[in-house]
């Protein structure tokens, strides 16, 4: 009986993503599904690759169990952003997604969704996204890609975040890329938003995507 | 529709989890249920609860949605575990924690069980457990007890993980407390198990309430 349940609501779920990719489309956005666990530094890398795209117009649809904490701190920045409350649930849908869409009215933008801080749910619903980017922190540890596959193998990009911590916890690098290549062919980057390392080149690529979409 | 089939689930779980609480109580088992998101520190926090406390019998019930590398490390360390894979499940339920314990088959002990690392479906679920315990760390940010607020307020003790990251992070100390104050009148720790501070006043505070349960 659960498993019926689950199966239709993300049959539904696929419907209004496939309308939400045409909504995007229709308004030149470039929307980037923007995954991690609590704290994997999701808000700040946002932040950093706004500031590096100063000649692109950047929203962002907020989401969180509670509380408006991020998009407070995004629009003191200047970001346009709009904040969904799930009010407990796990994930974003397409169908908040869409709402929150209409309330950021944007186009010829790059477009974050900034998900629920979860490392397991939201992998299971399409957004109709042009993009899944996975925000995995190095405090995090480096054995993620090993345990948290159904993630690390939807993502298409991952940003290996907090970069400057690599030493203070012991992280093993190599052994992180051997989980991830073990389950998935997605460009990682290397970002410190606190050095500044990796910012222009993640910026960059998600400029160009934008603008030869 | 949905809400029912939760509705039934819960129901459901929370009837195998009194079973599960009488279970613990014939064998004379603390059982901890331990909560976090991914890699802020649980199985650390258990292997130096093991150490600290050398006079108490400890077993773990590890959840992970794949992989057995948290068994396997703690299994080298002369801890008594079992796996249990949800294959993607985001927490653990009463049922899998009976199956788990009969694998486990200890008595006159505190048993530990990992969940699944999400800060928050397992909020949701009863294990039968003597103490929810969170493990929140600091790299994670000091804004979490605002955000995340069902976990936050669900924990009994909050062990605040990685401590010797405070400065590195630039975490609020303050900030986190006045958040879980907010929610929770939850005991906290503040603990590095690099450094040592806190294991051991913690490892105090379960082996008095197993010892007086």
Known sequence: MEVIIMKE????????AENNRKYFKD?????????????S???TLISAINKALSDI?????????ESSIDTERLGKEGVKSVQINTCGECHLD????????????????????????????????DLGENLRL???????????????VPMFSYAEVV???????IEA?????????????????????EISCKTGKGVNEIADYLKNAFLNM
Chains 1, 2 share one sequence.
């Open 9 to 16: 609501l993300l049959e539904a779920n696929d419907k209004l």
């Open 27 to 39: 308004r030149n956005i470039y929307a980037v599904n923007l995954m991690g666990s609590p704290g």
């Open 41 to 43: 530094g999701k808000t």
């Open 57 to 65: 117009q950047i929203g962002v649809i907020e989401g969180d169990i």
């Open 94 to 125: 397409a169908k908040v997604i869409r709402d929150g869409a209409e309330m950021l009215d944007m186009k010829d933008a790059i477009v974050f969704i900034e998900n629920v801080g979860n490392l397991i749910c939201p992998a299971e619903f």
């Open 134 to 148: 996975l925000g995995a922190s190095v405090p995090e540890g480096d054995d993620k890609p090993f345990k948290y």
């Open 159 to 165: 940003a290996i975040t907090k970069s400057d911590l």
């Open 169 to 189: 916890v012991g992280y093993d690098i190599e052994n992180s890329y051997k989980g991830l290549r073990a389950v998935s062919e997605a460009k990682a980057f």
